[in-house]
Every structure is written in structure tokens, then in C-alpha cells.
């Protein structure tokens, strides 16, 4: 912490600088970085007062001047400090520090799919709103009776990418069917893709050529506007894989937007976004042939199951598991990313 302190004072006078905030982009990925190193410094501050804290309690406990309860108490709030603190530290890639984009997207199954992908984006946000995370709807498709086809959301917040880098995969729902008239178990399937939200720090070349656009009317809320004007738009960008050699293509829809303009840029964001996680991807799997002896996640399976009926939610990756699964739908999922992290690191 010492030689964060001296650094913390050696970056905050580059900010004073003459002419500082002439390269704004330059400038706030050095504002980054000093609010970076407070924020390491804030964290150990707090669990350090919080442990001195309980050191006390357990002294007044012993005159009997405070309650077990009041240890007990005190104990917990140093630990979950403790626990957030250790997440963070194994978060320590560029792209940690970055926003997320998640794309939920209804495996096969109809209606009851639909309805699973609805209560993952209800997970997300509720998740999100924990943490006290901006998110934001950038495309949705209703389903044909209830639920959701896809859905793509934006997620502005401190490590946002690195806390749900780890829910990247084929997400299970096992339960009794409110669609099904026999009232049968049913087995659902969602995926979940998860990406780094690219900012103006990072350079991603796009050639112009590439890239081609479409327009449409966006269905769905938002107002008389969004039916009559083709403010949706549909970027596909066609590139060649470095490893392959094929010819691939993207496709990204968005419809967040009143303006057409609005929806071509944040499209733009978005196609900038996948790129960066396919050279991210390229990276770790360079990574793997070099530590090809170390257990790795399975990006893209199956991780996760959720069995209503037998209050269970279950990650197959690490074996962590809790019965309360209500907690889990309304978005406590801080054990699952932490589990992924401490077992993982920060692969």
C-alpha cells in the first residue's frame, strides 16, 4: 500500500501538468489510473478499520461489555470486505477493468426457453442494480407468447467485464413447466455471450469497406416514433479469420435509439466490442497451448444449472452450489463469479 500511495502522488502530478487536458483521450486514461489506485487504497483502508474494528468488539465481548451477536456482526462485515477485496485482486487484465455486453439468447424449446432467457435478463439486472451498475437495453426481441428471443444489454461499471466474464456459457433451467397442462418437468437452455464493453481508450481498426448497414422499423415499446421511422439499424461486418483463413461475418442489431444516427454509432461500439473479445479469445488460446497442463474454463458450454424443483442452483465448473434459489434469480451471484475467480484465477 506504501508504493501505491507514492504512486498515487507521482501520476496525480501528471494531471497538473501544463496542457493536461489537451489530448482528452490521453487525459482520462491517466484519470483512470490515479482513480484505480484510490480505489486499492479506499478498499484496504476500509477492511483494515473493519478488522481493528472486530479486534475491538472481540476485546469488549470479553469484559462483557458488547453482545456475541455484535462479534458475530462485526466479524462477517471485516469478512465480506476481506472476500470483495481478494475478487478484485484476481481481476488483473486490461479488459477487467472494462463494461460488459451480455447477449442472452433462447436455446431451443419454444415458449418455455423464452421464459428463461426473460428471468437470466431479470438475474442481470437485478445483479446489476446490487453492484450499482448503469444498464442498458441496446436490443430486444419479445417472444411469440412470453419471454424473450434475444436481448443485448450494455453494462457501464467499475470491473464489470471481469465479474461477468465467468457467467459466459450455456445457462440450464430445470422445472415444472407453468406452459405445460400435464405440468411436466422441463429442461430449458439460455446462452449467455459475454464481452468486453470497449471505451475511447482502446483503438480497434475497422475498415469502412467491411462493414455494410440496414435499416428497419423497430418493433416493441418506445413510442409511436419507433413503428413509423427505420431508426433500427443492422451492421454486418465481413472479415477474415487470422486462423483459419475463413471468411466470417457479424451481424449486430440495435434499436436503443429514436435517431438512426444514435443506433449506427452504438452499433459501431458493439462491433468494436466482439472484435476486441476475438483477439482477447485468440490470446488465451495461445495462452492454453503454453499451459496446456492447467485446468481451463470451457468457454461456451454448459456451466450452470438451475433445478427448481430440488432448490438448486449448481455451477459445473466449480461445484459451488446453494439451495436458495430465489437469491440467485434476484440476482446474488457473487458466489458463482467469486468461486469461478478463486478457482480459475484470472485465466
Known amino acids: 500500500m506504501e508504493g501505491k500511495e507514492i504512486r498515487i502522488e507521482e501520476e496525480e502530478i501528471k494531471t497538473q501538468a501544463p496542457g493536461f487536458w489537451d489530448d482528452a ?12 489506485l484510490k480505489n486499492w487504497i479506499e478498499g484496504y483502508r476500509n477492511v483494515k478499520t473493519a478488522c481493528e474494528e472486530l479486534q475491538l468488539a472481540f476485546d469488549f465481548f470479553k469484559e462483557e461489555a458488547v453482545s456475541e451477536e455484535e462479534v458475530d456482526r462485526a466479524y462477517a462485515h471485516a469478512l465480506q470486505l ?7 485482486n ?3 487484465h486490461e479488459e477487467d477493468r472494462l463494461g460488459a455486453v451480455i447477449k442472452i439468447v433462447a436455446g431451443a424449446g419454444g415458449t418455455e426457453a423464452q421464459d428463461w432467457a426473460e428471468m437470466l435478463l ?3 439486472k437485478r445483479w446489476c442494480e446490487r453492484q450499482g451498475f448503469k444498464l442498458e437495453i441496446t436490443n430486444f426481441q419479445a417472444g ?7 436481448v443485448t444489454m450494455q453494462i457501464d461499471g467499475e470491473m464489470a467485464y471481469g465479474y461477468l466474464k465467468s457467467e459466459n456459457g450455456v445457462h440450464r433451467l430445470v422445472r415444472v413447466s407453468p406452459f405445460n397442462a400435464q405440468g411436466k418437468r422441463m429442461t430449458s437452455f439460455s446462452s449467455v455471450f459475454v464481452v ?16 455494410s448497414w440496414e435499416t428497419f422499423r423497430s418493433s416493441g415499446a418506445g413510442g409511436q416514433n419507433v413503428n413509423k421511422v427505420e431508426t433500427g439499424v443492422r451492421l454486418r461486418y465481413r472479415y477474415r479469420d487470422d486462423e483459419t483463413g475463413e471468411m466470417k461475418e457479424i451481424a449486430i442489431e440495435n434499436t436503443e435509439s429514436r435517431s438512426q444516427f444514435g443506433n449506427k454509432e452504438n452499433a459501431m461500439r458493439l462491433l468494436k466490442s466482439q472484435l476486441y ?3 482477447l479469445a485468440k490470446r488465451r488460446r495461445a495462452q492454453a497451448k503454453v499451459e496446456a497442463g492447467k485446468k481451463k474454463i470451457e468457454w461456451g458450454s454448459q456451466i450452470r444449472s438451475y433445478v427448481f424443483d430440488d432448490r438448486r442452483v449448481k455451477d459445473h465448473r466449480t461445484n459451488y452450489q446453494t439451495s436458495n434459489v430465489q437469491a440467485v434469480m434476484d440476482g446474488d451471484i457473487d458466489g458463482f463469479i467469486k468461486a469461478c475467480l478463486m478457482e480459475f484465477g484470472n485465466n
Open 25 to 36: 483521450k490521453s487525459a482520462e486514461v491517466q484519470m483512470r489510473k490515479v482513480k484505480e
Open 277 to 279: 473479445e476475438l483477439e
Open 196 to 211: 468486453p464493453l470497449v471505451d475511447d481508450t482502446i483503438e480497434i481498426e475497422i475498415s469502412p469497406a467491411d462493414v
Open 144 to 150: 411469440d407468447e412470453a419471454g424473450i428471443k434475444t
Open 82 to 88: 476481506i472476500e470483495a477485496l481478494e475478487m478484485k
Open 90 to 92: 484476481m481481476l488483473s
Open 122 to 124: 431479470r438475474m442481470y
